[in-house]
């Protein structure tokens, strides 16, 4: 019963912290150990992205106008709070490593931030449109995977900038085996959901493979070449972990999807 109740504790820890939408009512949240559920809320964002596209694209919006509102939902929904990672973390790397530090503590940002928020922009939009119709399903996917991503980065990179004051999710960290058992039920459901939902042929079996095979691929790849940069990881890096990895998750879903 206690580990139920610490479960829904840090769940509800995980909704206050990476996201600006109101507390959960009778639960309170815990912060302890709240990384091991980012992938779950990342796909319950995924979900609103998906309702909304769904809702516009019934009263005949056009879909460049629907990935502009989606990217927006999504962004509102954290409160820029990884975008404004990715840009810190590009600066960082961009100052080169005299600067690093100093540059990624810098509260201003830097023409190399600006610059690949402006790309990674254009990128989800040019894929949100060639999704077209399959975009409500690629948004849960990607939104999981780019969250999935922070449990590597965290399993597997030093910590660095306020080293003095470490990280909450080293400090409460049991490990990769126990942190990614929530990951591992979500990913489980999907599969037997996608299974019982649709044909069990060739062509769903490889798509199927696909989705699970390029999301756990970048999940792992992304934090480990930020890494290579940085020299380790803090919540900076995690952040542009996660939009570098939903990204991507989105362009390749898009090539597989809609190939023409």
Same mark, same amino acid.
């Given at each position: 019963m206690l580990i139920f109740k610490n479960w829904l504790g840090d769940l509800a820890g995980a909704?206050?912290?990476?996201?600006?939408?109101?507390?959960?009512?009778?639960?309170?949240?815990?912060?302890?150990?709240?990384?091991?559920?980012?992938?779950?809320?990342?796909?319950?964002?995924?979900?609103?992205?998906?309702?909304?596209?769904?809702?516009?694209?019934?009263?005949?919006?056009?879909?460049?106008?629907?990935?502009?509102?989606?990217?927006?939902?999504?962004?509102?929904?954290?409160?820029?709070?990884?975008?404004d990672g990715l840009m810190d973390t590009a600066d960082g790397i961009g100052a080169g490593p005299s600067k690093r530090i100093e540059a990624m503590k810098d509260s201003r940002v830097g023409a190399i931030g600006v610059q690949s928020l402006v790309i990674i922009l254009f990128l989800q939009i040019a894929a949100i449109i060639k999704l077209g119709f399959y975009a409500p399903f690629a948004f849960p996917i990607a939104a999981f995977w780019g969250r999935f991503s922070q449990i590597f980065a965290i399993e597997n990179y030093e910590y660095i900038l306020n080293q003095e004051f470490g990280s909450i999710h080293k400090k409460y960290w049991r490990g990769i085996s126990q942190e990614i058992r929530p990951s591992l039920i979500i990913i489980c459901i999907g599969i037997?959901? !996608? #299974?019982?939902?649709? @044909?069990?042929?060739?062509?769903?079996?490889? *798509?199927? &493979?696909?989705?699970?095979?390029?999301? +756990?691929?970048?999940?792992?790849?992304?934090?480990?070449?930020?890494?290579? !940069? #940085?020299?380790?990881? @803090?919540g900076d890096s995690y952040g542009?972990? *996660?939009? &570098?990895?939903?990204?991507?998750?989105? +362009?390749?879903?898009s090539i597989i999807l809609v190939p023409n």
């Open positions: 909704w206050v912290f990476y996201t600006i939408l109101p507390q959960w009512p009778l639960l309170k949240p815990r912060f302890k150990r709240i990384a091991r559920f980012a992938p779950l809320i990342g796909l319950l964002i995924g979900f609103l992205q998906s309702f909304f596209w769904l809702v516009f694209n019934y009263f005949d919006w056009p879909h460049t106008s629907i990935a502009l509102i989606s990217i927006a939902i999504s962004i509102c929904i954290t409160g820029g709070l990884h975008i037997i959901f !996608f #299974l019982s939902t649709t @044909n069990l042929n060739l062509s769903n079996t490889l *798509l199927l &493979i696909y989705c699970i095979s390029s999301g +756990l691929t970048t999940s792992i790849l992304i934090p480990h070449f930020i890494n290579k !940069f #940085l020299g380790g990881h @803090n542009a972990g *996660l939009v &570098i990895t939903e990204t991507t998750n989105l +362009l390749l879903l």
